[in-house]
């Protein structure tokens, strides 16, 4: 050996592969103006302006920023009502990534979960998957099925270090079947990077073998495809056999076996509003694109602007781009661990979309009954204007049939990243918010619900301290922002 190749290695750093050419100002507060913003917000994140908001983890939904390509693709949108040629080349930059056969578009993700469930789901039917997605299940439960969970245990422990979280417990998903019988089975919703259990993927062969098991008795498999994409790095990075494949391979081979997708284009694809239903049966193709006219648009455009479509295109090409998937899951990796290294208890492994803290943990003192991950993202935010998202018993909603609130095993609140958007600094300061409240626990106060909606509640629910008027005691720390708000 050389004498040179003695030292250490030199760590080497991912960096963005992209440079800035725009920027957007963001608005400063002060710690007074945010907790009046909390308190108007009934202590519900979602129900906060964007302007009062520094750092805005609530979700990588929408919130992509596009490349000068897209935003070129905007300037070539053809508004026709029928057959825009931006629909043609969306349908293809569709069939080369995800390699179905037919592309419905919708205006956005649970526009496809509708179609679907209304498709396929008939009363009684019981529709198997691995963890609940909110609209999902509800758009399940509209069409007068049930869901029901067939995930491996280890996704419902925040500590668990299993590498593919994301995964179908088989033998569960056999007694299902043998249960309920497979002609009450309509399908299988079958999510990559499972979001409720912290941006955890399934391996490539846990699809295969959850593919097998349905065919084999006639169920058919629609993935949620909406990050697909970030499962299919963690597939490269993880998986033995895969390490050499390409992200389109693993993308094409993840597709390959299933029947067909709902997505949400809002996240992988690096558009702000957008979504698909692809299918390769004919026939079920045909009655989608009989039912889109009804509830989103033409079959051409499916509720989204021509404009919108070519952005889409152009995303989901550079969405499967080996630089541009390892820089965002890098940026969410170097949160992650840099949390973990302080001691704060988050979902392990870090997932793909954002960093989940375990909310439970972190606020071992505050009962279940006062929804400690609200409390928690609400005291976030008066903290240091970041904004996270509760994913709990609140997102979780009451049991259908006893009405009683379900307290799901994880009790989250998501720092999601959005992709292109922010910087090592910003991670930097929401890092530092955190630590800040996580060696104070004491100062976060519990929050019982004033107004509950009978859909989707976290969305609009309303929340009071449940004692005094704050979510978050004292004030710890110096003031950081210092310009004065500017109104916009
Ligand atoms: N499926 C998954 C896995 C999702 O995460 C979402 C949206 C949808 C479907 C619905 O898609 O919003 O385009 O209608 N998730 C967002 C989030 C809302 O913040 O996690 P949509």
Known sequence: MSESTNHPPIARSWAEPYKIKMVELLHM??????????????????????????????????????????????????????????FFHLEEAVRQAYGYRHI??????????????????????????????????HHQELAGGRFADVIIDEAHDSQSDHPFKGNIDLDKLSRLINEVGAD????????????????????LENIRATCDLCHQHSIAVFLDATRAVENAF????????????????????ICACTDGCTMSAKKDSLVNIGGFLALNDDELADKARNLVVVYEGLHTYGGMAGRDMEALAIGIGESVQEDHIRARIGQVEYLGEKLINAGVPVVRPIGGHGVF???????????????????????????????????GAVSAGRDTETGKNIFPALELVRLTIPRRVYTQAHMDVVIESILQLHSEPERIVGVEMTYE???????QARFNPVVGDVVLRGSATPEYMTAAPTSR
């Not at 205006?107 to 009684?124: N, Y």
């Not at 009450?184 to 391996?203: D, F, H, W």
């Open 234 to 253: 963690f597939i490269k990075q993880r998986e033995r056999g895969c390490e050499n494949l390409s992200i389109p391979d693993i993308l094409s081979q």
């Open 453 to 459: 909606p009978k859909y989707l509640r976290f969305f």
């Open 29 to 86: 507060t002060t710690r007074d103006q945010r907790e009046r913003a909390i308190t108007e917000a009934g202590f519900n994140t979602f129900l906060l302006p964007s302007k009062d908001i520094y750092i805005d983890l609530l979700t990588d939904s929408g919130t992509s920023a596009m490349s000068d390509r897209q935003w070129a693709g905007m300037m070539l949108g053809d508004e026709a009502y029928a057959g825009s040629r931006n």
């Open 357 to 391: 803290i375990d909310a439970a943990r972190f606020l071992p003192e505050l009962p279940r009954e006062q929804f400690p991950a609200q409390a928690l993202a609400a005291a976030l935010y008066v903290e240091s204007g970041v904004r996270a998202m509760e994913r």
């Open 104 to 137: 419905i578009p919708t205006h956005q993700g649970r526009g496809a979960e509708h179609l679907l469930s209304q498709l396929c789901i008939h009363s009684g039917d019981v529709v198997p998957g691995n963890m609940y997605f909110t609209t999902t299940k």
């Open 184 to 203: 009450k089975i309509p399908y299988l919703s079958l999510e990559t990077n499972v979001n409720m259990a912290g941006g955890q993927p399934c391996s």
